[in-house]
């Protein structure tokens, strides 16, 4: 009897695929393939589309060879014998080739810098993922660590162990955003501060500055800005220069605006601009590397700025940052429009539209929000739309007709939220 894992290895001699070109067809390292042959890993749920098209089945087969168990797998054949031969003799080959290619003591050799660069690249994938739900991309990293961890236990050499450090804060950091997302607080800041300790055990300055800066987003969601500006504090001793400080200088003109400090908004902002210029001339290599949700340029800046003047109660230098955004976003690729940021800067917009009394255009501006469906709905957006419903309630839109239409829309948008759990 065949194991059913087994199954993915013959089904990809029998479409005439090499362990190599089905890598290369899927976007993935040859050993990713392996450790799929080998049920060391299972494929992310984002490349199991690809690769049931590449094995020539169906989704519901390709999960079947996935199943790890010891059923009998292939059914009799009715073909004749010399097509049975045929097919025994063409496994027998592809077998042989995969026993001694991928035998062990080679893999032992060489496994440690080929797996951790596998992994690397699929942690990138995951931090440029720009429409996956919050918790496919969840699940799909603590796989990844588990991987990582794995390798750790078996490193040898201190700049593997260091590189693995680093993917383990790279998608414990992940986590942590994600976690966010879905509304898990408490969670989300234990990952944090676990990413930060990899970050320091890799002795990443990106990265360390990078999870600290989550942290202050964190403290600034639970409307402590002093905490978040102490964590400011401890990530500006070890960012570099450029993208790292850029982004931790916005992340903290929401603290200053959360404690009422218009004239610290404003310096942390001019200072901003100051690092923009050196991230235009000295690349920050986590973002460069990783990119996605390790980036931080002019359009998440404005955004950022935007969230800020909103804090603040100004809604004009709201809309002016928060439309600069909008129009960055759109001129991207749809596929590569990041759903969440899109739908957080519009509700923005539209708050500050209310702000300056200009109820139309926020009513025109929340028209797409609105029929997001509920399970991308995560915490960042439901919190910003909370904000627009408490402003609806107050003056002067109390006594307007389509202002309270409106509220009624957003209050049904907020009540239609569908949880997602983490299992």
């Excluded at 991928?102 to 931090?127: E, F, G, K, W, Y």
């Excluded at 509700?347 to 991308?376: F, N, Q």
């Excluded at 309270?404 to 239609?416: F, K």
Aim: charge should be neutral.
């Amino acid at each position: 009897m065949t194991l059913k894992r087994e199954r993915l290895a013959q089904q990809r001699r029998m479409v005439g695929q090499t362990q190599e070109s089905l890598a290369e067809k899927l976007g993935v390292d040859r050993t990713t393939v392996i450790r799929w042959e080998r049920a060391e890993s299972t494929p992310q749920p984002w490349v199991r589309p690809g690769l049931a098209e590449a094995l020539q089945v169906t989704p519901q087969q390709l999960d079947e060879f996935l199943v790890d168990n010891r059923q009998g797998d292939r059914p009799p054949s009715d073909g004749s014998r010399s097509e049975r031969r045929a097919d025994t003799t063409v496994d027998s080959i592809g077998r042989a080739a995969d026993t001694l290619t991928n035998d062990p003591l080679l893999i032992t050799a060489s496994m440690s810098r080929d797996c951790i660069q596998s992994l690397q690249h699929d942690m990138a994938v995951l931090a440029r993922t720009a429409n996956m739900a919050a918790f496919d991309v969840f699940t799909s990293v603590r796989q990844l660590c588990t991987e990582a961890r794995t390798l750790a236990e078996r490193a040898r050499r201190p700049h593997d162990l260091a590189d693995l450090y680093v993917v383990l804060g790279q998608g414990t950091a992940l986590m942590a955003s994600t976690a966010f997302d879905l509304g898990y607080w408490n969670e989300s800041a234990a990952l944090a501060r676990a990413a930060n300790q990899y970050a320091d055990l890799a002795g990443h300055a990106s990265l360390m500055a990078w999870t600290l800066g989550l942290q202050m987003t964190l403290a600034n969601w639970r409307n402590e800005p002093d905490a978040a500006l102490a964590y400011f504090a401890k990530a500006m001793s070890v960012a570099p220069d450029g993208e790292p400080r850029l982004r931790l200088r916005h992340i903290a003109s929401r603290s200053y605006a959360l404690l009422g400090s218009s004239p610290s908004l404003k310096q942390a902002l001019r200072a901003a601009h100051r690092d923009r210029d050196l991230a235009a001339k000295r690349p920050d290599d986590l973002s460069a590397s990783f990119g996605g949700e390790f980036a931080f340029g002019p359009v998440r800046a404005a955004a950022c700025a935007a969230a800020a003047w909103l804090d603040l109660g100004d809604g004009e230098e709201a809309a002016k940052c928060a439309q600069e955004a909008v129009d960055a976003y759109t001129q991207l690729p749809p596929a590569r429009r990041p759903y969440s940021q899109i739908n957080g800067i519009k509700i923005d917009l539209a708050a500050a539209y209310l702000g300056m009394s200009d109820r139309d255009a926020a009513v025109h501006t929340l028209g797409d929000v609105l029929t997001l469906p509920p399970e991308k709905r995560n915490t960042s957006l439901t919190g910003r739309m909370t904000r627009v419903r408490h402003v609806l309630g107050g003056s002067p839109w109390t006594h307007d007709h389509e202002a309270r239409q409106l509220a009624e829309a957003v209050s049904g948008w907020l009540t239609d939220k569908s949880p997602v759990l983490l299992n």
